[in-house]
T-cell receptor, first 110, second 114 residues
Framework: SQTIHQWPATLVQPVGSPLSLECTVE??????LYWYRQAAGRGLQLLFY??????ISSEVPQNLSASRPQDRQFILSSKKLLLSDSGFYLC?????????FGPGTRLTVT | AQSVTQLGSHVSVSEGALVLLRCNYSSSVPPYLFWYVQYPNQGLQLLLKYTSAATLVKGINGFEAEFKKSETSFHLTKPSAHMSDAAEYFC????????????FGTGTRLLVSP
């Protein structure tokens, strides 16, 4: 069966520091991968998606970037965090007709 | 732009009462519709989905939803609430099943009192 991992589970970082969040998927090949952000009191906002290695599409201009160095690995990065980057970050992958989410990373920027 | 509206950021029910969480979408083309549940500090779990088969969809944990094209709605219901149903619920819409770009509602927090 397919499994999706995210780490770390929680992270507290100062403003201006770099960020790297990792997502890996097991049990499937060539999945579509997604990064979402969930801010307090708001729905999920799609940040990036990828349909293959090295193929990244950005949905929202922002302080973040994404990379897909391997088929089942998706990384969310920032060179310098802003306070507004705080939130709950969710990675997801999809089969035709369904999308599955990881456990999420709670990021607090102080 | 396509959008999803969930009426009510919070819904409170008593244990054993009917649960009704509302979802409306904006589109003239029938989409694919989903309900997800999120427990505190966890990811989203798929409750049920509509993909142009039967309009009444049954999901996990006793939940079901009915797709009503004329009303552009996909409301989530459960006949009898349990304390364990307390969570946040998200309605989501996609207009394709290949590359699946989901548009989410802002969520409804369900509170269940004894």
């Amino acid at each position: 069966s397919q499994t999706i991992h995210q780490w770390p589970a929680t992270l507290v970082q100062p403003v201006g520091s770099p960020l790297s969040l990792e997502c890996t998927v097991e049990g499937t090949s060539n999945p579509n991968l997604y990064w979402y952000r969930q801010a307090a009191g708001r729905g999920l906002q799609l940040l990036f998606y990828s349909v293959g290695i090295g193929q990244i599409s950005s949905e929202v201009p922002q302080n973040l970037s994404a990379s897909r160095p391997q088929d089942r690995q998706f990384i969310l990065s920032s060179k310098k965090l802003l306070l507004s980057d705080s939130g709950f970050y969710l990675c997801a992958w999809s089969l035709p007709g369904e999308q599955y989410f990881g456990p999420g990373t709670r990021l607090t920027v102080t | 732009a396509q959008s999803v509206t969930q009426l009510g950021s919070h819904v409170s029910v008593s244990e054993g009462a009917l649960v009704l969480l509302r979802c409306n979408y904006s589109s003239s083309v029938p989409p694919y519709l989903f309900w997800y549940v999120q427990y505190p500090n966890q990811g989203l779990q798929l409750l049920l989905k509509y993909t142009s088969a039967a309009t009444l969809v049954k999901g996990i944990n006793g939940f079901e939803a009915e797709f009503k094209k004329s009303e552009t709605s996909f409301h989530l219901t459960k006949p009898s609430a349990h304390m364990s149903d307390a969570a946040e619920y998200f309605c989501a819409v996609s207009w394709n099943t290949g590359f699946q770009k989901l548009v989410f509602g802002t969520g409804t927090r369900l509170l269940v009192s004894p």
